[in-house]
T-cell receptor, first 110, second 114 residues
């Protein structure tokens, strides 16, 4: 079975740092994706982790611990345009499916 | 460079009507997926395909059928629409180059069943 949990909503201040957590229980787990989705738009790829550790990409970083079934997305130097939904998705081997969490709505305030 | 294209973008159906949503990708991807997205539910997998001529059920397949007659196209059909199928539908595709490539999404189809 698949179970992916994320906080429903978060609020942070422009210029600050925010961490969005994701826990998962996925059979045949083979990696964790993070997507960003602005209201009314399609999800767009942010990052991917398959090994334990931190992946950094500019202002965004993502971390994975396979033994703990845990990932987080770290956003630095927050900008107003970062207000969006952030979706955590577990990759399942075999069928090569992506199973998504319900998403975290991040609101950046001045 | 179109990527993943969904048609139509919006549709209103009456209960019991049928329709087909078309997804086309020009990236030569093997894997294609249909998701629905509802408030508070995230993206839920309806059906998927791992190659031309193959389809399989996802998490919420009831009330939907799919076909993948050509590699670039993945069709989602609703034979008899119900109000519970009011949702935003997203198609996605993934390639096999590299170990785990990202999924590219279409712009979505907003379907309302009245």
């Amino acid at each position: 079975g698949q179970n992916i949990d994320q906080p429903t909503e978060m609020t942070a201040t422009e210029g600050a740092i925010v961490q969005i957590n994701c826990t998962y229980q996925t059979s045949g787990f083979n990696g964790l994706f993070w997507y960003q989705q602005h209201a009314g738009e399609a999800p767009t790829f942010l990052s991917y982790n398959v090994l334990d550790g931190l992946e950094e990409k500019g202002r965004f970083s993502s971390f994975l611990s396979r033994s703990k079934g845990y990932s987080y997305l770290l956003l630095k130097e927050l900008q107003m345009k970062d207000s969006a939904y952030y979706l955590c998705a577990a990759h399942q081997t075999g069928a090569n499916n992506l199973f998504f969490g319900t998403g975290t709505r991040l609101t950046v305030i001045p | 460079n179109a990527g993943v294209t969904q048609t139509p973008k919006f549709r209103v159906l009456k209960t019991g009507q049928s329709m087909t949503l078309l997804c086309a990708q020009d990236m030569n991807h093997e894997y294609m997926y249909w998701y629905r997205q509802d408030p508070g539910m995230g993206l839920r997998l309806i059906h998927y395909s791992v190659g031309e001529g193959t389809t399989a059920k996802g998490e919420v397949p009831d009330g939907y059928n799919v076909s993948r007659l050509k590699k670039q196209n993945f069709l989602l059909g609703l034979e008899s629409a119900a109000p519970s199928q009011t949702s935003v539908y997203f198609c996605a595709s993934r390639g096999t180059a590299g170990k785990n490539t990202e999924a590219f999404f279409g712009q979505g189809t907003r379907l309302t069943v009245v």
